[in-house]
């Protein structure tokens, strides 16, 4: 090849080389420019809407970072988990489900049951289980019995198979999982003393462990650890729904939320009120610590209305009670989706002392009338029965309810 035929293909290759470098690089500036107009159009419209724009990539992890999160706690309490279940109702006759349920000792049993139908049908069976409940159902009497039960060598004065039969009846699903909202309970472990949080697995066991009251009803041992109680460490797992996530919560408690112990007259009885001290003060402390931008709504149980752990005449009085309490509750924030649901059930009249576990009361139905907000007027209205509850005489120092 000739000197001057190489000049010209250099240069022949040189001119396409120069040609495709132009095209390249218009083509990357006309995309630079597109997407520049695509961002500024989405910035446009994202100012006339009120929302910032993002990132696509991004989208699904700022709405789940933006979404509220309900949660529903359900603290303790015995038998005046009753008071629950009039919560409940209004809560279910208002529409109102939460995203997530956290429950301790009786709170566990009301909690899982209402997972699996937040519904008023399925809190009227709830219903029914409760008021169909003896005390010989749960505690049976042998042919001895009284004080020195407690003094045995064994772990504990009842067996738990009267509870684990009344706790099948009411769950209609085996495993946690199966809830048709997500629940967790808590239960007190006795291998380091901590919470033991079930999420999963067989709900009868779990709850059972949940509700085991130490001294009445044996451990129940899940896994090859033993546990008592979840009310023993976390009475009202409010601080396990705010590190779930939740940023509006709805704590529905058996009694007032501050234990003022009555003055003791036997050793046993300060051993007993300094357990309730200790179980309300956890309360008390996470509620004048909550973070912000989480708000609490507290449906509060009154004092007094049982007159023993395993008494259950006054169920029908505390679900009554419960309900008085949530409607007026429900009214003042908006819970729910129904705004005029049924109007609440009269308050009925606590039975006589003496009278034998769920007897009626002497007169039959009460005379108590409920006005348009719920609140019991009328002869009784006032009328919580004899003190004693979750082993004292709780009274209210502070608000009935606190909204943060």
Not at 102 to 108: H, L, Q
Not at 283 to 302: K, N, Y
């Amino acid at each position: 090849m000739t000197p001057a035929a190489s000049t010209t293909l250099f240069a022949v290759v040189f001119a396409l080389f120069v040609a495709a470098a132009l095209v390249l690089i218009a083509l990357t500036v006309r995309l630079v420019v597109a997407q520049a107009r695509r961002s500024r159009s989405d910035w446009l419209a994202g100012q006339q809407d009120g929302v910032a724009p993002t990132d696509d990539g991004d989208d699904e992890e700022d709405e789940e970072e933006d979404q509220e999160l309900t949660a529903l706690v359900l603290a303790g309490g015995s038998t005046r988990g009753a008071i629950q279940i009039g919560m409940l109702q209004v809560l279910a006759e208002h529409g109102f489900v939460p995203d997530r349920i956290y429950g301790s000792s009786v709170g566990a049993i009301n909690g899982v049951g209402f997972a699996a139908d937040p519904t008023r049908e399925g809190i009227e069976r709830m219903t029914q289980v409760w008021l169909r409940i003896r005390r010989e159902d749960v505690y049976p009497q042998g042919r001895l019995h009284g004080p020195w039960l407690y003094l045995q060598q064994r772990d504990a004065v009842y067996a738990n198979s009267g509870l684990r039969a009344i706790i099948e009846e009411g769950f209609p699903y085996e495993r946690l999982e199966d809830a048709r909202v997500p629940v967790e309970v808590v239960a007190t472990s006795l291998a380091d003393g901590g919470e033991r949080w079930f999420t999963y697995g067989p709900a009868v066991d779990a709850v059972l462990a949940s509700a085991a009251m130490p001294a009445i009803f044996p451990p129940v041992e899940i896994d090859g650890e033993r546990y008592i109680d979840g009310g023993v460490v976390d009475n009202v797992p409010l601080q396990r729904a705010i590190d779930g996530g939740a940023t509006r919560i709805v704590v529905l408690l058996c009694s007032p939320p501050v234990f003022q112990p009555p003055a003791t007259r036997r050793p046993v009885e300060g051993m007993v009120n300094a357990l309730f001290i200790a179980i309300h003060a956890r309360f008390v402390r996470d509620m004048a610590h909550l973070p912000e931008g989480v708000e609490v709504i507290v449906c509060t149980g009154p004092e007094g209305t049982t007159r023993d752990f395993d008494d259950f005449s006054t169920t029908e009085h505390l679900i009554a009670l419960g309900r008085s309490e949530a409607s007026e509750v429900v009214r003042r924030y908006g819970l729910g989706t129904v705004a005029h649901p049924a109007p609440p059930h009269p308050v009925p009249d606590l039975a006589p002392s003496n009278a034998p576990s769920n007897a009626p009361a002497a007169d039959g139905r009460s005379t108590v009338d409920v006005d348009g907000e719920g609140n019991a007027v009328g002869p009784g209205a006032g009328d919580h029965g004899p003190e004693g509850a979750e082993g004292g005489a709780p009274s209210v120092s502070p608000p009935r309810r606190r909204i943060r």
